[in-house]
Structure formats: structure tokens, C-alpha cells
């Protein structure tokens, strides 16, 4: 299976560390325990791993190299989301998650997973220039794919933009959208962190077009 930095260029891998854990030392100094990001997220592990949206026959392949006690307790933590994450996160948070098994799921599982996922939901990515579409990647990595808006409203009109813009190869223009985002999370407790993440993806975009 090819590894993250066959799939989406070194800048994009090094932007999602930075969003998601900080890298090793950061990782092994504050996420190398079981945590709940809040909201409707699981329980999540190694770099943005969310057990509330994977199965467990997946999760137990993926995860394989865990000790099999730990691969027992975390597996029951799939598909659960939002207060029953939340709920069952004491009965895991003392678990740690070795960073060579992190890293290694990171790229041969995750990066690829999360690829493929952007191809669907942008058609044509694979045509973009490589920092164009690491940054892609890590939108979808944070947003997920999905294009219609939950609750109905305008939350993924910037993603529908972008899947519209991605055939055109108009990087300033995904850029732009990719910008645009940042209001969707004004007010809220996340807002300076979306906001980063989606102004270093802008700029890698942007970068991009300029190479």
C-alpha cells in the first residue's frame, strides 16, 4: 500500500500534523491518550482518528499492532458519538497509543483513506498540483466530504464551490472559498483554530498557483 508521502506532498502532510497533533513530540506530550474533541466527535486516537465513525472489524485491522487489551477496550468505542463518547472516555483515557504504531496508521491507512475520500467529493483532484491537493485532503480530513448541509442551511456551500471550481483548475478560486469558510465558525469556541487551518490551506493553495 503506498505511504502519505506517495499520496499528497510533504507541505500537506507536515500542514495536517501541525492542525491535528503538532508532530511526535507534541503527540507524546498531549495526545497520547484517548481524547473527545467535543461536539459530535468519538473518541479519537493517534492523528484525528475518530472511533465514533469507523466499525470495528475496520478498527481492528487498522489498529493491529495495539496490544490486544487496549485493541479490547477501544473497540467498543466505535460508533459512538457525541455524549456517549463523551461518557465512555474515563474507562479509556488512560491508554497510550505508541507513536510508531500512530504514525505508521497515519500512513498507510489514514492519508490514503482520506485521498480517496477527496477524489470523490472533487472530481479532478488528482490533475491539481500536489500542494493544491494536500491542502484538499486536509479540508476533508477536518470536514469530511460531504456536500449537503446539516442541519439545511448554507454549511457546505463553500464545499459544493469547490468540488464546482476543482475541473477548472482555478486554485485562486478554491482559495478563495477555502477563506470563506472561516465565518462558519464565528462566535464559536473552535473559531481561531478553524480559522488557522483554513488559512494555512488557502495559502498552500495559493502557493501552488504561483509554482
Do not use: H
Request: with cysteine; net charge positive.
Amino acid at each position: 500500500m503506498p505511504d502519505a508521502k506517495s499520496i499528497i506532498s510533504e507541505k500537506a502532510i507536515n500542514l495536517i500534523l501541525e492542525f491535528e497533533v503538532g508532530g511526535k513530540a507534541s503527540y507524546e506530550k498531549n495526545y497520547k491518550n484517548p481524547e473527545w474533541p467535543k461536539g459530535e466527535s468519538g473518541i479519537t486516537i493517534g492523528i484525528g482518528y475518530d472511533l465514533g465513525y469507523s466499525i470495528q472489524p475496520d478498527f481492528l485491522q487498522n489498529w493491529q499492532r495495539l496490544d490486544k487489551a487496549s485493541l479490547e477496550r477501544l473497540k467498543v468505542c466505535c460508533g459512538l458519538k457525541g455524549v456517549k463518547a463523551k461518557d465512555i472516555l474515563d474507562s479509556v483515557k488512560d491508554i497510550v497509543i505508541p507513536w510508531e504504531i500512530v504514525w505508521d496508521v497515519f500512513q498507510n491507512v489514514t492519508v490514503p483513506k482520506y485521498y480517496k475520500t477527496t477524489r470523490i467529493a472533487f472530481p479532478g483532484l488528482e490533475n491539481l498540483p500536489a500542494d493544491a491537493q494536500g491542502a484538499l485532503v486536509s479540508l476533508v480530513y477536518n470536514r469530511g466530504g460531504g456536500m449537503e448541509d446539516k442541519p439545511p442551511g448554507l454549511s457546505r456551500l463553500q464545499m459544493r464551490n469547490i468540488r464546482d471550481l476543482v475541473p477548472k483548475k482555478d486554485l485562486k478560486g478554491i482559495a478563495e472559498q477555502i477563506r470563506a469558510m472561516k465565518d462558519l465558525w464565528k462566535g464559536q469556541e473552535i473559531e481561531k483554530g478553524m480559522a488557522r487551518r483554513r488559512e494555512a490551506e488557502a495559502a498552500l493553495i495559493e502557493k501552488a498557483v504561483k509554482g
